[in-house]
């Protein structure tokens, strides 16, 4: 039995930014609310956003254009879920992929606390070294707490508190929510440094240490981190602060990916980044090596995968 579920989105005018295109904070959020639709059946009760491996933005969509969301679950551990999602634009009689993304959910009781899963999907050998690599990457991030704007060329801060308004049920922020807000963060980043429009083209992996809740402070810390021709990839490490205590919790760092446009919506050169120390000289070189592998799996992705 195959465990699947899809939702129409139609784009309205505010949905998109100034220039046209449906917002990618948005875009991303309408992949996850899916997948979280699909969780909920799966799990039959509350759960989180554990992890993301990427979400890819491939084509804009736009007003009055209609995005059929389709999420499907690849395996299940103990209390997780590994689901795929892909965003279908409608143009007139035909389906063009618009994004695609794979990201893990965990279900969670009441006390927001993993729970055991009743149905089984069996994984494989490829969605297992896929497990492997999230749970090593959230071994390093636990260990990591640090400021990553120090020590970076160009960087800015993002910091807002969060409202009810943001929240999940049980009384956690919405991963949607949050992608949002990331996006809106990190876009600023890449608006400032290259100095004009830029798209949002994919998020990295995230993996997710600790949740946020509502009354916390968020602070998302933006900086360029790499520069290519026309685009440029903004790390954001996520903190939430107990604004009572002044506790500050690590909650996840990511990547996104951005292109300079134009006024006409096309590419445009952008300066470029200069490593100016040994720490941004290192994530620099890490960003260009990963860049090279995201590209080979958004190749990957659009040549298999089709919206029938």
Request: proline content about 3%.
């Amino acid at each position: 039995m195959s465990y699947k579920t899809e939702n129409y989105y139609n784009v309205f005018p505010w949905h998109v930014n100034h220039f046209g295109s449906l917002h990618g904070g948005i875009y991303m959020s309408w992949l996850i609310d899916t997948a979280g639709i699909l969780m909920s059946n799966v799990s039959k009760g509350n759960y989180l956003l554990a992890s993301v491996d990427y979400l890819f933005l491939f084509k804009p969509a736009r007003i009055g254009d209609i995005l059929r969301v389709v999420a499907k679950a690849n395996a299940t551990w103990n209390s997780s879920v590994e689901i795929e999602v892909k965003g279908c634009i409608k143009k007139e009689d035909k389906e063009e992929l618009g994004a695609f993304g794979l990201m893990t959910y965990v279900a969670v009781d009441e006390n927001n606390k993993p729970r055991k899963l009743d149905i089984k999907i069996p994984s494989n050998d490829i969605i297992e070294k896929r497990r492997i690599e999230r749970l090593e990457r959230k071994k390093r991030l636990t260990l990591d707490n640090q400021d990553l704007l120090p020590g970076m060329s160009f960087g800015k801060s993002y910091i807002r508190t969060i409202y009810p308004e943001h929240g999940f049920g049980n009384g956690i922020l919405y991963a949607g929510k949050m992608y949002t807000m990331l996006d809106e963060a990190l876009a600023i980043v890449a608006k400032l440094y290259s100095k004009g429009n830029a798209f949002t083209v994919s998020a990295g992996y995230a993996d997710f240490i600790t949740p946020v809740k509502i009354g916390d402070i968020l602070e998302i810390q933006g900086a360029v981190e790499y520069t290519g021709n026309t685009s440029l990839d903004v790390g954001g490490k996520v903190f939430a602060i107990n604004h009572y205590t002044g506790e500050k919790r690590v909650v996840t760092y990511t990547i996104f990916s951005f292109v300079a446009i134009d006024e006409n919506g096309k590419p445009r050169q952008i300066q470029r980044l200069y490593p100016a120390s040994e720490k941004e000289k290192q994530i620099f070189d890490m960003r260009e090596k990963e860049r090279e592998e995201r590209i080979k799996i958004s190749k990957k992705i659009q040549s298999e995968t089709t919206c029938d």
